[in-house]
């Protein structure tokens, strides 16, 4: 069964930081282009961060780069997502998600082309 699961979510303080996991079962992270997606309360799914395959190339979005770090272990399967500096508006639920064949990060996050999404974690931050 394939499925991946994420975890690290919870209550921060502005400023704060928190470290998402995901953890891939059931497949290989190899070949795949990987991302976190975020979702604020009435408001549509965003791309935050995608990785392609290799790791070699990322994207982040505008109001996360300098803040957020993405990485991946392929040999453990799993996919991080480091945030510092955290603000209101981070707040929301992050979906790790996974694409396969040779999709750009860039289109990954942009497009929310995905083929399997994460149940998603919940981030809240307050002051």
């Known amino acids: 069964q394939l499925q991946l699961v994420e975890s690290g979510g919870g209550l921060v303080q502005i400023g704060g930081s928190l470290r998402l996991s995901c953890a891939a079962s059931?497949?290989?992270?190899?070949?795949?282009?990987i991302g976190w997606f975020r979702q604020a309360p009435g408001k549509g799914r965003e791309g935050v961060s995608c990785?392609?395959?290799?790791?070699?190339?990322?994207m982040y979005a505008d109001s996360v780069k300098g803040r957020f770090t993405i990485s991946r272990d392929n040999a453990k399967k799993t996919v991080t997502l480091q945030m510092n500096g955290l603000r209101p508006e981070d707040t929301g639920v992050y979906y790790c998600?996974?694409?396969?064949?040779?999709?750009?990060?860039?289109?990954?996050?942009?497009?929310?082309?995905?083929?399997?999404w994460g149940q998603g974690t919940q981030v809240t931050v307050s002051s």
């Open positions: 998600a996974v694409r396969r064949g040779s999709t750009s990060p860039g289109t990954m996050c942009s497009t929310s082309l995905v083929d399997y």
């Open positions: 059931g497949f290989t992270l190899d070949d795949l282009t």
């Open positions: 990785s392609s395959s290799g790791g070699s190339s990322t």
